[in-house]
């Protein structure tokens, strides 16, 4: 959810595909961006 130089991305600038909803929810797009994070957090946590 960030761009090469650091910058928090609400959409993806090439397609215009927004992360968040109005309400500041993830979209299905913004949880697929993070799937990979917190996957790797959940089996650190489950040991």
Do not use: C, M, W
Not at 20 to 38: D, N
């Amino acid at each position: 959810l960030s761009d090469g130089n650091g910058s928090f991305l609400l959409y993806d600038p090439a397609t215009k595909v927004s992360f968040f909803t109005g309400g500041s929810h993830l979209t299905e797009a913004g949880l697929q961006k993070i799937r990979p994070v917190y996957e790797r957090i959940a089996k650190q946590l489950a040991g």
